[in-house]
């Protein structure tokens, strides 16, 4: 599904990831983790092609991301608050993601209607902005518009931070359910080993923008990435 | 402390993009910095001398004293959209051991060497050496200095209790514009006469010099007031309190009829709508469209037919240049996020060309009336508008690929110079300049009607061309998007 091949990114004189090659086949749930400055958000930002690779490219579905836009259409993707448009109240935000995804208002609330418990009862129906809501409740409909409109890519970039432990676990349940969707490919990035292992089937270490680790998840991974970042 | 805080400011202020902005902006501010100075000083010294040529049957110092009234509401206007409370970053200074009364006291002390308070000293010094030098009373001139001094320092402080009691309503400027005028109109149509009222309080002081207690003692009432409201606004909880307003939703069905582009036309007309930065272009419109009653009631400008075109462009293009020339920074702080959905950028742009060539036509038809003053000026306008449309809408959307310069939408509009770059100006010169200039030439030339013609026609090519140059400016927007991408994302 997704091809990475050569790949680097340089700002000046620094190289900031350098990935030769990665492929994640359709429908596998790839976890990324790493420490800060690991280039984790550089990956997801190359791409949903917001940044321009040095060397490289990144086909998904076999169509080269920064060359053409069709990977558009079956891609969703929430990295952070800059994904959402503020003066919106949660359910037009949905709606007008939904309209670039070809979705009408019916399928959009009755899409809406699944996330029920996550939203727990904060989000919709609030007559709020988007800009007026916590940053864990900005982040919660920043994810479920990711996921509008069937997409068979899913990116999202620290999924878990900031939100509380009740909705973390209603989350991670969630992503779960997806990944067992052989249909989408899913790539997470987290620092928290515990979530990032329980969803994911393989998970990708990155330091200094180099792929140092490529796991596929057991029951030992979790204590094996514990033993790797306490060093 | 003090020490901690200045040195704080100082870097705030040379690390902060203001100071990274355009070099252009910066020398016009300096250069009005100084021109006002020199102005003043001008005043200072000459006005004495100019009232007793003038009226020489009067006091020119009671004359002065007399006018200080309009002063005074002029200068508190002008402070109202100009001037702000000195800001400090206080929220990481909240949880460290500073005395909140610190913070305050400093913000306010640091208010009164503003610019707005260094300037009247330019004027009212010389004009007290002048009235030393004409003989007048050295105890007189004196406390006539201090009493203008500590009225200074009074506006400067009733600004900040206007400005923060006005900050709650949505055109925030209504207040002080209508309070300002009633005042004038009392004084003016002799209802209540302030300037005497004033006049005769400055006088009685210099009478009775022990009357200056009054004017203290409201300069510290004020100040008093101001470190209260800021006191209480120490806490961060108050600024985020009064943020969250109850979301109006809307259909705006109507949009529909555009077809594909019309989520983008919802989401700009909620854009306007909902977003301070934003909302400000629209009573800009009803200044637009009224602009030509500056200039057509006067027989001064009856036969300039020159100044036709120029109101035209101005008057039906007033929206078109306030919103278009942030095209696309007003989306910037999402547009990440546009860029990574699915959607072609050419309905993006079409939505922003079909609200400006929208606001075109109905400002034109509003602007009808204005065929009261001769149908020439009437089919000005026409040229004018379809000018606009043709040529314009795609100055401004080409204009915009060379933004560079984000936009917080929550943040007060008059005077904030937050995204403009040497792009707008430049941007400026198709958009007024040229048009006018054709016109004028040819209408000098040749006559009226091949001005006009032309115009229209420049217009009408346009419109002809749209689709093809839609796909130029559609293809360097993509070309520039991971610039755009980069400066967007740049917190200023």
Known sequence: ?231 | MIKHFLNLEWKQYFRSQYWQRGIALKILMGFFALYFTVMFLAMGFGIFYILKKQFPDSDPFVTVTGFLFYWMLGDLVMRFFLQKLPVMTVKPLLTLPIKRSQVVNYVLGKSATSFFNILPLFAIIPFGAVLLNEGYKTNTVLVWVITLLLIVLIINFLNFIIESLSSKTSISFLPIVGIAGTLFALNHFNIVSFSSIISSGIMGIIENPMMIGVPILILIILYMYNYYILKSKLYIDSSVQDKIKEANTSELAWTRKFGDIAPFMQLDLKLLWRNKRAKSTLPMLAIGLLYGLFFYPQPMYQDKEFLYAFIGIFSTGIFLINFGQFIPAWDSSYYKMLMSQNFEYKQYLKSKFTLMSLSVVILFVLGIPYVYFGWKILIAHFAAAIYNIGVNTHVMMYGGTFNRKKINLDEKAAFNFQGTGAVQWIIGIPLMIIPMGIFALVNWLVNFELAIAILTGMGLIGIVLHQKLMTTITNRYLKVKYKMIEAFSQEN
């Not at chain 1, 990665?22 to 550089?42: D, H, R, W």
């Not at chain 1, 890519?153 to 620290?158: A, M, Q």
């Not at chain 1, 923008?209 to 970042?229: N, Y």
């Open chain 1, 1 to 231: 599904m997704i091809h990475t091949t050569e790949i680097t990114k340089k700002y000046g004189k620094t190289t900031v990831l350098t990935i030769d090659n990665l492929e994640i086949p359709k429908g596998q749930s790839l976890g990324l983790v790493g420490n800060n400055g690991a280039g984790k958000t550089t990956f997801f930002n190359l791409l949903l092609d917001l940044i321009k690779p040095t060397t490289g490219k990144i086909t998904t579905n076999g169509i080269q991301v920064n060359t053409s836009e069709d990977w558009k259409n079956f891609t969703g993707s929430f990295i952070d608050e800059s994904f959402l448009i503020g003066y919106l109240t949660p359910e037009e935000y949905f709606y007008f993601v939904g309209e670039l995804r070809g979705q009408n208002k019916a399928d959009i609330d009755a899409f809406v209607k699944q996330f029920e418990e996550i939203f727990n009862d904060e989000i919709l129906g609030k007559k709020k902005y988007l800009r007026d809501l916590s940053k864990g409740n900005q982040k919660k409909a920043g994810i479920i518009a990711a996921l509008i409109g069937n997409p068979e890519v899913v990116i999202l970039d620290e999924p878990f931070a900031n939100l509380d432990p009740t909705t973390q676990i209603r989350l991670k349940q969630m992503l779960k359910e997806l990944v067992e969707n052989k249909d989408i490919t899913v790539l997470i990035s987290s620092h928290d080993l515990g979530h990032v292992t329980e969803v994911c089937e393989r998970i990708v270490v990155l330091e200094k923008g180099i792929v140092i680790k490529d796991l596929k998840t057991s029951e030992a991974t979790l204590k094996e990435l514990e033993a790797h970042f306490a060093l």
